[in-house]
T-cell receptor, first 114, second 112 residues
Framework: AQSVTQLGSHVSVSEGALVLLRCNYS??????LFWYVQYPNQGLQLLLK??????LVKGINGFEAEFKKSETSFHLTKPSAHMSDAAEYFC????????????FGTGTSLTVIP | NAGVTQTPKFQVLKTGQSMTLQCAQDMNHNSMYWYRQDPGMGLRLIYYSASEGTTDKGEVPNGYNVSRLNKREFSLRLESAAPSQTSVYFC???????????FGQGTRLTVV
């Protein structure tokens, strides 16, 4: 079974500082990987995804993530936090053998301090 | 282009009442999903439908039923609501396999 672990349910950074949100998955076969963002009282919006190819993936709003197979990780980063980045972030996976089920982490709430 | 539309957006039920949450998509996607979101627990899959005419249980199906009415619509029914079903419910869709899921705006359900 797939599982997704997001270390740190709450992360605070200063405006302009590096954002690092951690995601690890457990699967014998690397799944496809996604990061979603959720703003208050809204649905989830895709930030970026990794399926195949380059392991460093760039997404919207200046975010990027790197797939590291050896570490079973897909951490999300942004060089300089902006106030508008304050939101809940979810890492998700879908198994490559089925491709039609999504498993989500428990989420990380990002606070940006002015 | 509305994407994924959920109705209602808010609902308060009394314990034991029933209701149906509606989801409709205009993205021509085959797969549709119902998730619930609870604080500290992320999103948990209730049911999903890989294609019209098929439905499968997810992680937390107890107390729920679903109907894939046609390719566009996927409804979630609570036959006898319980306070433990107080949650935010999200419908999602995806197209071909391994593509991302697209989410509706959610239904905030309170059972008192």
């Amino acid at each position: 079974a797939q599982s997704v672990t997001q270390l740190g349910s709450h992360v605070s950074v200063s405006e302009g500082a590096l954002v690092l949100l951690r995601c690890n998955y457990s699967s014998s076969v690397p799944p496809y990987l996604f990061w979603y963002v959720q703003y208050p009282n809204q649905g989830l919006q895709l930030l970026l995804k990794y399926t195949t190819g380059a392991t460093l993936v760039k997404g919207i709003n200046g975010f990027e993530a790197e797939f590291k197979k050896s570490e079973t990780s897909f951490h999300l980063t942004k060089p300089s936090a902006h106030m508008s980045d304050a939101a809940e972030y979810f890492c998700a996976v879908t198994p490559i053998n089925t491709g039609n089920q999504f498993y989500f982490g428990t989420g990380t709430s990002l606070t940006v301090i002015p | 282009n509305a994407g994924v539309t959920q109705t209602p957006k808010f609902q308060v039920l009394k314990t034991g009442q029933s209701m149906t949450l509606q989801c409709a998509q205009d993205m021509n996607h085959n797969s549709m999903y119902w998730y619930r979101q609870d604080p500290g627990m992320g999103l948990r899959l209730i049911y999903y439908s890989a294609s019209e005419g098929t439905t499968d249980k997810g992680e937390v199906p107890n107390g729920y039923n679903v109907s894939r009415l046609n390719k566009r619509e996927f409804s979630l029914r609570l036959e006898s609501a319980a306070p433990s079903q107080t949650s935010v419910y999200f419908c999602a869709t995806s197209g071909t396999k391994w593509t991302e899921a697209f989410f509706g705006q959610g239904t905030r359900l309170t059972v008192v």
